[in-house]
């Protein structure tokens, strides 16, 4: 279990486009705090209220010099899409493997919905060396993180 203070798990993977990119949190370390969304799935209400929420903060995210990422187990082609149909302008990745996922120990299933490996709802934030400064779980992947809560640990860290 990935907790504040521990350093946090590096890891590759894709972007979310159609050109299927490769991410690597490695180099995204250094200029600034992190912000890693994890969110279980594109196209559903819960996931998209979420990252359209984010992107309603994306200003304030980028005054505090921070860096946002939503991460699903969604293919690159799906979170293309779902960032063209919201208007979202900040990095989705895709973690199809659930590498990422499991990882940060927030893999789960709904199996009334079909739904195995997806990430649960989850955000950290990462200071320049990769130290989580901020961790919120869901206790209900229905839930939604407290985003006036998440930008004051975005300025502090």
């Not at 980028?62 to 860096?67: D, P």
């Not at 320049?128 to 869901?138: C, P, S």
């Not at 209900?140 to 640990?153: C, F, G, R, S, V």
Request: net charge negative; hydrophobic share 40%; glycine share 8%.
């Amino acid at each position: 279990m990935v907790s504040e203070n521990d350093s946090a798990p590096t890891f590759t993977a894709k972007f979310g486009t159609s050109d299927h990119e490769p991410f690597d949190l490695e180099e995204e370390l250094g200029d600034g705090p992190v912000v890693l969304a994890f969110f279980p799935g594109a196209f559903t209400p819960p996931c998209s209220n979420e990252m359209i929420a984010l992107q309603d903060h994306l200003g304030d995210f980028e005054a505090a010099g921070a860096k946002l990422f939503g991460i699903s187990a969604d293919s690159p082609f799906s979170q293309g899409a779902f960032r063209e149909e919201h208007g979202i302008e900040f990095d989705l990745v895709s973690d199809m493997d659930g590498d990422t996922i499991r990882a940060y120990d927030l893999e789960m299933e709904i199996p009334d919905l079909g739904l195995y490996g997806i990430a649960n709802r989850a955000v950290f934030v990462l200071d320049e060396d990769g130290t989580v400064t901020y961790k919120w779980v869901a206790d209900d992947p229905t839930n939604e993180p407290d985003y006036d809560e998440l930008l004051h640990a975005v300025e502090s860290a």
